[in-house]
């Protein structure tokens, strides 16, 4: 068995595996082993390309190879580790983002390096389509990261013209494509290169921070299709079976997230033009009319004589780290003989799953956690429902109000329970934007202040009572 | 346009089914994992950038080269890492589960 034969036999075991990893991936007993299949599979293929002859020698540069590695190594290892849960939704982004900067460095350097061998124009074709699509998924993944981290604004960012620009910046590219495909010039990859930056912060903008998980999966997939195109650039299947495995795996992901916000895609990376208006709008309405607000010691009393609670968490629980006081809280009220249980809405915090995930790190028990549907059908018979950093989530305009940008969304229908205790920090409206019904209506007590602080009051109080 | 690119284009396809048909039918809490775990599996880009680096003949080709390996093994060990502990957060309430629990808190 000659050397290429055998490292290939370790690139198709190395490919099984990612398919036995996404496959697991998608059931809770098994994804935890998913990951860990796939990783083993990944060392396999990067131990073997170590043996691999390229250009008919053994590989130059093995000692810079594994410094390289071992610079990303420490940098990756304690970022990934120590980083706060919360912080999690940021993280993908980043990680995503170098692995499509990876895939266009790896296709322009490999143009480079076989320009002078004149390449057939399907290859030039596949550089630029990594390079293109690589760059939009790197440049794209820094905004959502600097969106989600918030090192600026959440909110869609609009300015006069920013359609006919893009547009303009979009067909620039494809026309740079096309001259580079006549005359296979380096130079302008390198203008393809920073055009493409351009295009993935151009694309990103306009989005709003709380469509950012659909567009971080969909980043997701365009960094696996980047990939795909290295691997033809580069004649390997294991690269070309990887990255479009992600690749449509992801934009079938995309879709089942944006279906679960009850949004088609496009309308999510679309619509934020002229979003604005709409805001602006609903917030004049709001003015002057009034909320009812209450201490914790009131919220107290009145989850005191409830029968049953429902507990629905959001982003603003995340922030205030208040997972481990919200549980303590469920089993106080519990242990006086109340029932509750935890809504979680599919898009609940900022990625789809985060709340379970927090809820689960604080040992909430999985049985107590209901999803969406099963939640509304209880919530009639509730007593209390107790909002907790959720916002958006609960807001009545998704079914009642047409020109609301969230319209269509499912939501948890707290307005339905006999009293809705409402954690806020401040009047400010969600994160998508959008002013609130549910804070005016009757039923409702809001209570201001910090949510781990006001529950941890709340659980004093229901303690000595 | 030669046997080996009918070849990927193959593959290409085959593997554009197969990603589809192998996500079909997921519970929507584990989007994010999943999305993660697909984020790690398309660092296998680091093999793509051993080899240029294992390649290069110019600076600029090391240089790039250099900088691909390092982003790519920053995607792969980010990915998997991230993944695992969002994972970590999925596993059985059980009284079995203090052991391990204690493990940790004696690291």
């Known amino acids: ?465 | 346009m030669g046997n080996t690119l009918l070849q990927y284009a193959t593959v290409l396809v085959l593997a554009i089914f197969v990603g589809i048909e192998i996500i079909a039918k997921v519970p929507s809490i584990l989007h994010t994992p999943l999305m993660s775990g697909s984020n790690a599996i398309h660092g296998v880009i680091v093999v793509g950038s051993m080899l240029i680096l294992g390649a290069a003949n110019t600076n600029l080709e090391e240089v790039l080269g250099f900088l691909a390996v390092i982003l790519g093994t920053l995607n792969v060990v980010g990915g998997f890492v991230v993944t695992d502990r969002m994972l970590e957060m999925f596993k059985a309430k059980k009284p079995a589960a203090k052991a391990p629990t204690s493990d940790e808190v004696a690291q």
């Open chain 1, 1 to 465: 068995m000659s050397r290429d034969t055998a490292i290939n036999l370790i690139y198709l075991v190395s490919a099984v595996s990612f398919l036995v990893a996404l496959k697991g991936l998608g059931s809770p007993k098994r994804a935890r082993q998913g990951n860990l299949v796939a990783a083993a599979g990944m060392i396999l293929a990067i131990v073997a390309t170590f043996f691999k002859h390229v250009d008919g020698h053994a590989l130059y540069h093995v000692p810079l190879i594994i410094l390289a590695m071992a610079i990303g190594l420490i940098v990756a290892v304690p970022v990934a580790r120590f980083v706060k849960m919360t912080a999690m939704p940021q993280l993908v982004a980043i990680f995503n983002g170098v692995g499509g900067g990876a895939a266009a460095l790896v296709s322009i350097t490999e143009f480079v390096h076989i320009k002078s061998t004149h390449p057939a124009t399907y290859v030039t074709l596949e550089v630029l389509l990594g390079v293109l699509i690589g760059t939009v998924s790197f440049s794209g993944s820094a905004i959502a990261f600097a969106k989600l981290q918030e090192l600026m604004t959440g909110r869609p960012v609009t300015y006069p013209g920013q359609q006919a620009i893009n547009g303009v910046v979009g067909l620039g590219a494809l026309a740079l494509i096309i001259t580079i495909l006549v005359g296979s010039s380096t130079t302008l990859l390198w203008v393809l290169l920073g055009l493409s930056f351009l295009l993935g912060i151009a694309f990103v903008l306009p989005i709003g921070g709380a469509d950012v998980p659909v567009l971080i999966s969909l980043l997701n997939s365009f960094t696996g299709l980047a990939v795909a195109a290295s691997g033809f650039t580069l004649g390997s299947n294991l690269l070309i079976v990887a990255g479009t495995l992600v690749g449509a795996s992801g934009i079938l992901l995309t879709r089942l997230m944006s279906a679960a916000m009850g949004r088609s895609l496009p309308n999510i990376l679309f619509s934020a033009f002229g979003s604005v208006v709409t805001a602006s709008g609903e917030s004049a309405r709001a003015d002057g009319r009034s909320v009812r607000s209450g201490s914790p010691e009131d919220a107290a009393i009145l989850l005191g004589y409830a029968s049953r609670v429902v507990i629905i968490p959001g982003y603003g629980l995340a922030v205030a780290q208040a997972q481990h006081v919200v549980r303590e809280l469920a089993e106080e009220l519990e242990k006086k003989g109340i029932e509750v249980f935890f809504a979680i809405h599919p898009v609940a915090g900022r990625m789809p799953g985060h709340m379970n995930v927090l809820l689960a790190e604080a040992n909430v028990p999985y049985e107590q956690l209901k999803e969406m549907d099963e939640a509304n059908s209880e919530l009639a018979t509730t007593d209390v429902a107790l909002v907790v950093g959720a916002n958006d989530t609960v807001n009545p305009a998704a079914t009642d109000d047409k020109t609301s940008p969230i319209y269509g969304m499912p939501i948890i229908h707290a307005d339905l329970a006999e009293n809705v205790l409402f954690f806020k920090r401040s009047m400010r409206p969600g994160f998508a934007g959008i002013e609130n019904e549910l804070l005016y209506n009757p039923k409702t007590t809001l209570v201001f202040g910090d949510a781990k602080d006001t529950l941890t009051k709340i659980l004093a109080s229901v303690k000595t009572s």
